[in-house]
């Protein structure tokens, strides 16, 4: 590191281990905003927005975190003294609608000259959206990946005494940074990373190319962040990774997700776990036989199915065929009886006919999904499906997203009304208070909404499901 680098430190001050670093780099900053604050009599203000998936959001608490360590208060809009987007890539619309934010953070900039914009996330792991947005977006400040976000403060440190656009995309991970602060979204509730990663390689996925190599987290760190979530209130943690089936392979000793999330759901206070994503080619027997015996593992598994027709299947790498599939669902099943089972699909693969289609179509009515995240398949450049032949046209896609909608919510709407009548224990997040309606999650991750105070919120209550209007339950607490 040259000691000019970053003015007016010298080099020799910086500390080399993290996360020593960063909160070196926090406090220089927190001085210098305090200093800021007195001249200004004003607050600074700071704006974080995720795009993208549960990993994302994780990311974000991090990065706001780091922010109001520093002093900046989070407002709701992006008039801010610094805007900070956590983009996601892993569909063409994600970055359509990035760019067209950055540009209406430009004009915002005009007025407001001292504004921060910073832009992270899976879409800044590209090269080609980096260089247009060095090219046609040069009020932005800051660019870094997913790798290093952990480095935020000492990248707005150089931002703020050195000239120009700073960016620090890397290609991997060199580490795990444990203990930087963290600001959560809800108070109840939390999302704990478990690994990073993903050497799956689904060929229309990007996520590979931009989240990097599988890495787990030690068990030890996975333990005390939750035990430190639980003494701030935290009563529900969701696992988080890629394929969490696969955790715990890079760590010497191995220990697998059935040891971890046992060993999560130890912790005392805390009431509820789950977890997001697995993986059907590889989700164990142990883990299965966990979530049915263990009272605090919510009976709910999110199954990515991507398409029902073994030819496609294989076409994008997915290791499982239909019959397959349709064996792991009766499977779960038998192992959990009241599980409820969610997915996602993409319709309009490359050579997608009628025929493979109709085969999702049997699934969804076999498998009965309680739920399904629905996507027409986007080209990301750069995965071996962008090169495939017949790629579908979009009038196809959209005919078939229609008919794939209407399957789904007939299904979906039958396993959802299965529970009318019940007694359930549910979770409750928010509260409304122009109805005097508090909305709670089940386990199986179902809402209901039903009559109560706002002093319900964060406590988990027993609910009767009176009535199921489509996706979501009217209910009374008992
Ligand atoms: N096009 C459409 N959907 C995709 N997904 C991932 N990549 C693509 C793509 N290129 C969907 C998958 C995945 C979810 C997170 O996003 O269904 O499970
Ligand atoms: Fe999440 Fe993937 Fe989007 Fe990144 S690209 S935010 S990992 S969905």
Redesign the pocket.
């Known amino acids: 590191m040259s000691s000019d680098k970053y003015l007016p430190i010298d080099a020799k001050h910086i500390p080399t281990e993290e996360p020593e670093r960063q909160y070196f780099f926090m406090d220089l900053l927190r001085d210098e905003l305090t200093a800021r604050k007195e001249e200004e009599h004003r607050e600074f203000t700071m704006h974080v927005e995720t795009f993208g998936?549960q990993m994302n959001a994780k990311d974000s608490e991090k990065l706001a975190g780091i922010l109001t360590y520093i002093g900046y208060t989070p407002v709701e809009t992006e008039d801010a003294d610094i805007v900070l987007y956590n983009t996601c890539t892993?569909?063409?619309n994600a970055n359509t609608r990035v760019y067209g934010r950055i540009g209406y953070l430009g004009r915002l900039k005009k007025r407001r000259p001292g504004m921060k914009i910073i832009l992270c996330g899976c879409m800044m792991q590209e090269k080609e959206a980096v260089e247009k947005i060095k090219q046609s977006y040069r009020f932005v400040d800051i660019i870094f990946g997913t790798h290093n976000i952990y480095m935020l403060s000492e990248l707005l440190y150089r931002s703020f005494h050195e000239k120009g656009m700073v960016t620090d995309v890397r290609e991997e991970a060199d580490r795990i940074v444990e203990d930087l602060p963290s600001y959560r979204k809800y108070d109840f509730k939390a999302g704990v990373n478990i690994m990073y990663g993903c050497n799956n390689f689904?060929t229309?996925?990007?996520?590979p190319y931009v989240r990097g190599r599988e890495r787990s987290r030690n068990p030890v760190d996975i333990i005390k962040e939750t035990e430190q979530l639980v003494s701030e209130g935290v009563k529900e943690v969701m696992l988080l990774g890629q394929n969490v089936n696969s955790y715990g392979k890079t760590l010497d000793p191995q220990v697998s997700f059935a040891e971890l999330i046992r060993d999560v759901a130890k912790v005392e206070g805390l009431e509820r776990v789950r977890f997001m994503?697995p993986h059907p080619k590889d989700i164990s027997e142990e883990l299965l036989r966990e979530v049915a015996v263990n009272p605090k593992i919510c009976n709910h598994i999110h199954l990515?199915l991507?398409s029902g027709s073994t030819r496609l299947l294989q076409k994008m790498n997915r290791h499982y065929t239909k019959e397959q599939f349709l064996a792991l669902t009766d499977r779960i099943r038998e192992i959990i009886p009241d599980v409820a089972i969610t997915t996602?699909?993409?319709i309009g693969?490359p050579g997608e006919t009628e025929e493979d289609f109709e085969d999702t179509l049997d699934v969804i009515r076999k498998a009965r999904f309680m739920s399904a995240?629905t996507?027409?398949?986007?080209?990301?450049s750069g995965?071996p499906?962008a090169d495939m032949p017949d790629q579908v046209p979009e009038e196809v896609s959209a005919d078939r997203m229609k008919r794939l909608l209407e399957t789904v919510g007939e299904v979906a709407g039958a396993e959802a009304r299965k529970y009318t009548g019940q007694t359930v224990p549910v979770l409750c997040e928010v509260y409304k208070k122009e109805t005097g309606c508090v909305t709670g999650r089940l386990e199986n991750n179902l809402l209901v909404h039903f009559p109560g105070e706002e002093s319900l919120l964060g406590k988990i209550v027993r609910v009767k499901l009176d009535e199921c209007t489509g996706f979501y339950y009217l209910g009374t607490m008992v």
């Open positions: 998936c892993v569909r063409e689904c229309y996925c990007i996520v994503t990515p991507q996602d699909i993409i693969f995240f996507f027409i398949y986007s080209k990301r995965t499906a």
